[in-house]
């Protein structure tokens, strides 16, 4: 039998509740990052459920409770503010309408993951530290779809490029043309005002 790492098994625990498939390990890192980096670290990121009268609910996701309580992505996205859903939804890649419903069931796997036997971590543990940083070095997901919109403009226009020659000298034609044909016309106009009257 192979012993799964800590963090091996959290991917998994994550990858069965919310079917997320490979994308759960940089959600994972993703909100480990978020949930340790603002001020105040773990504990501020709780009160922000406390904050909303969800403070039980955080609680009872705690290593050592034997009863989680489940959340739903409304009350995840009114805890964590538009905001941070935003910037979570971006450097993973999710779409927001998603991202919600996913974390509502990713949120309580980490926070157990993290406190085990229900004590309260100072700092992020040291195991999710090369993940979490992982993720926070890769360039978000919507950047790179973003970035990589140009490149898919010029590839779709690229079969004009050896039209272009040829574009280019109908135009000069057509112009060169239109110049001779309204010197046609006005040598035409000069010599009919210089006409002396039969």
Same mark, same amino acid.
Not at 30 to 38: D, I, K, N, P, S
Not at 97 to 106: W, Y
Not at 136 to 157: F, G, H, K, L, S
């Given at each position: 039998?192979?012993?799964?790492?800590?963090?091996?098994? +959290?991917?998994? %625990?994550?990858?069965?509740?919310?079917?997320?498939?490979?994308?759960?390990?940089?959600?994972?890192?993703?909100?480990?990052?978020?949930?340790?980096? $603002?001020?105040?670290?773990?504990?501020?990121?709780?009160?922000?459920?406390?904050?909303?009268?969800?403070?039980?609910?955080?609680?009872?996701?705690?290593?050592?409770?034997? %009863?989680?309580?489940?959340? %739903?992505? %409304?009350?995840?996205?009114?805890?964590?503010?538009?905001?941070?859903?935003?910037?979570?939804?971006?450097?993973?890649? +999710?779409?927001?309408?998603?991202?919600?419903?996913?974390?509502?069931?990713?949120?309580?796997?980490?926070? *157990?993951?993290? @406190?085990?036997?229900?004590?309260?971590? @100072?700092?992020?543990?040291?195991?999710? $530290?090369?993940?979490?940083?992982?993720?926070?070095?890769?360039?978000?997901?919507?950047?790179?779809?973003?970035?990589?919109?140009?490149?898919?403009?010029?590839?779709?226009?690229?079969?004009?490029?050896?039209?272009?020659?040829?574009?280019?000298?109908?135009?000069?034609?057509?112009?060169?043309?239109?110049?001779?044909?309204?010197?046609?016309?006005?040598?035409?106009?000069?010599? @009919? *005002?210089?006409?002396?009257?039969?």
């Amino acid at each position: 039998m192979i012993l799964m790492s800590p963090v091996g098994t +959290l991917i998994e %625990n994550v990858t069965r509740v919310s079917g997320l498939g490979d994308k759960a390990g940089t959600l994972i890192g993703v909100l480990a990052g978020f949930m340790f980096a $603002e001020p105040g670290g773990f504990m501020a990121f709780r009160d922000r459920f406390c904050a909303i009268g969800l403070g039980d609910v955080f609680d009872s996701w705690m290593g050592g409770h034997p %009863n989680m309580r489940y959340t %739903n992505g %409304n009350e995840m996205r009114h805890a964590l503010g538009v905001a941070d859903m935003r910037v979570i939804a971006e450097r993973t890649g +999710l779409p927001e309408p998603v991202l919600a419903g996913v974390m509502a069931a990713a949120v309580p796997q980490l926070v *157990r993951a993290v @406190t085990p036997g229900g004590r309260l971590p @100072t700092a992020m543990p040291a195991d999710l $530290e090369p993940l979490a940083r992982t993720c926070a070095q890769a360039e978000p997901a919507a950047v790179q779809d973003r970035d990589a919109a140009p490149a898919r403009n010029i590839r779709r226009w690229r079969w004009l490029l050896p039209l272009l020659p040829l574009l280019l000298l109908s135009l000069l034609a057509y112009c060169g043309w239109q110049g001779s044909t309204a010197d046609s016309a006005d040598a035409a106009l000069k010599d @009919t *005002r210089h006409a002396s009257p039969g």
